[in-house]
């Protein structure tokens, strides 16, 4: 039960610790559906990250004796089954990378918002480990979001439009 300021901090430290752990197990499976060298390249990187993270978050918790306590992230998770769900269901291998890429990013976009919420909530109460932890996870996933976009723009999504997708070859007319 959250009653307080402390509870939503340690509340927020359990979700986001249970999301990276998350993450850092699906990768892996990710990567292998991945076709494209920059994108496994890419999805590597937040990988590292996260495991760069997961020992901050630990460190963090251990410092201000909390356990890590049980909480399955369930938003993670249903983004994590929406990617798994393209992988099953995506057969062209150029628009699988670009819902792959978008896949992550909105998992990533979610750790975002987390990690703000963690740092803006550990300021309050006065824990700057975790508010150093939680701003450096903030800036490095802004980064890792800016460039999949970028290489979503330059890459992956022109190769995935040039691929035939639809029964007559060609896109739906956007009106």
Known sequence: TIKSADDLFTNELRQIYSAEKQLSRALPRLMKAVNTDSVREKFEERSEQGRTLIDAIDKVMEDMQLSRGRPKNEAVEGLIDDAQTMVEGIKNEKVLDTA????????????IASWGI?????RALGCQPAVETFERALDEGKEFDKSMTELAVT???PAALGATTSKGGGRPAIN
């Open 155 to 157: 890459e992956i999504n």
């Open 100 to 111: 792959l890429i978008g896949a992550v990013q909105k998992i990533e976009h979610y750790c």
């Open 118 to 122: 963690a740092a803006a909530l550990g």
